[in-house]
Structure formats: structure tokens, C-alpha cells
């Protein structure tokens, strides 16, 4: 079983649909973190969080640590948000590495 | 501020042949982290370098080697190519070694032949 789980792996949404991608882990952590991916490779980190929420743009990360759970929100979808969106933990293991999600790969169609 | 670089882009190498890749981190940043990403799969951690010391290391086999310099730029080596390293590798720096925001290069795909 994979430490970080994703759901969906894929996603398909119309333009201006909210969207959620749920992130559920096993380990204990000390950080989650959201990241996108365009095709080509390019990593961008969206957030890092280890409890609550936090808002940038139409993009909203929450975490419940006792559940070990975390979703990205996306607010008013756009053709440009089509990427892959990866959860990752950094887990305590006395330095910092990130542990990967597989990915859920959205799709916004206009 | 420069971002991450990565070099080469792309190269393409036959089994059994030695690797090179090259990695600058962003300015101010002693720590490197290298990720291995097959295709349809999220990044696996290789290793990571603090101040020019291995700082941790993921479940690969001592052909993946690595250096950090004074610069804290950083390689990564691979030796004795196997068909199942071909990959996107992804460099990403950070100003700690603690759990901090990782700023990621743009990656080197390797396709091993």
C-alpha cells in the first residue's frame, strides 16, 4: 500500500466547475505539501501546510491531521488549470524529503 | 533570483553506458533533493545533499551516486545503465534540509536504450 493516495487519478471537469482531489496518508508527517505538473515535466509547488487551510487564488488547500487527510479545491475551473496535481508528504525521518502521490490529472474543457 | 536549472534537457543513453546529470540550485539554497519519475508515476526520492554531505537516501542501489559542491550545485551519477532508469529526473532545491518548500528544476529525461 502507497504512504499517499490519491483520488481520482484522472479528472475531467467543464469550465467554471468546482473541483476537488482528496489526499489520504499512513505516516506520520510534518508537512503536505500540493504541487502541479505540467506535461513536459515542470514541477510548481502550490502549498505546504501541516494543519488548517490556505487560499491562493481560486486554489484552496485544507489538512485534518487526525484523518490524515487533505484536499485541493479548485474554485471557477479553467482550461489552464489541465495539469497533474500531486499530493506529497515530508515525513519525520530527521531531514526533509517528499514522499509522492501518483497524481490526479485534471482536465478543464472550455 | 535564478530559478533551478537542470542539464541536459534530454539524452539518451544504451544499457550499460554511464549517466551524468547536472543540477543548480536556486541562490541561497544549501539543500538538493534528486527525484526519479517514471512515466505515469510520481516522483521516487533518490537522495538528498546538505552543505556537500549525503543527507539521506531513498531505496536505490549504489550506482546512483551523487555530489553537492561548494556552490551547492549538484550531479547526479549513474553507472551500468539498465533499461528501468529510463526516467524524468527532477533536481529541487530548498533553503533547509528541514521541511521546507521545494523549488523543482525542469527536469532531465533519460531514455536508456
Known amino acids: 500500500k502507497n504512504e499517499v493516495e490519491q483520488s481520482p487519478q484522472n479528472l475531467t471537469a467543464q469550465e467554471g466547475e468546482f473541483i476537488t482531489i482528496n489526499c489520504s496518508y499512513s505516516v506520520g508527517i510534518s508537512a503536505l505539501h500540493w504541487l502541479q505538473q505540467h506535461p513536459g515535466g515542470g514541477i510548481v509547488s502550490l502549498f505546504m501546510l501541516s494543519s488548517g487551510k490556505k487560499k491562493h487564488g481560486r486554489l484552496i488547500a485544507t489538512i485534518n491531521i487526525q484523518e490524515k487527510h487533505s484536499s485541493l479545491h479548485i474554485t471557477a475551473s479553467h482550461p489552464r488549470d489541465s495539469a497533474v496535481y500531486i499530493c506529497a508528504v515530508s515525513t519525520d525521518s530527521g531531514y526533509s524529503t517528499l514522499t509522492f502521490g501518483k497524481g490526479t490529472m485534471l482536465l478543464v474543457s472550455p | 533570483e535564478t530559478g533551478v536549472t537542470q542539464s541536459p534537457t534530454h539524452l539518451i543513453k544504451t544499457r550499460g553506458q554511464q549517466v551524468t546529470l547536472r543540477c543548480s540550485s536556486q541562490?541561497?539554497?544549501?539543500?538538493v533533493s534528486w527525484y526519479q519519475q517514471a512515466l505515469g508515476q510520481g516522483p521516487q526520492f533518490i537522495f538528498q545533499y546538505y552543505r556537500e554531505e549525503e543527507n539521506g537516501r531513498g531505496n536505490f542501489p549504489p550506482r546512483f551516486s551523487g555530489l553537492q559542491f561548494p556552490n551547492y550545485s549538484s550531479e547526479l551519477n549513474v553507472n551500468a545503465l539498465e533499461l528501468d532508469d529510463s526516467a524524468l529526473y527532477l533536481c529541487?532545491?530548498?533553503?533547509?534540509?528541514?521541511?521546507?518548500?521545494?523549488?523543482f528544476g525542469p527536469g532531465t529525461r533519460l531514455t536508456v536504450l
Open positions: 529541487a532545491s530548498s533553503p533547509t534540509s528541514g521541511p521546507d518548500t521545494q523549488y
Open positions: 541562490s541561497g539554497h544549501n539543500t
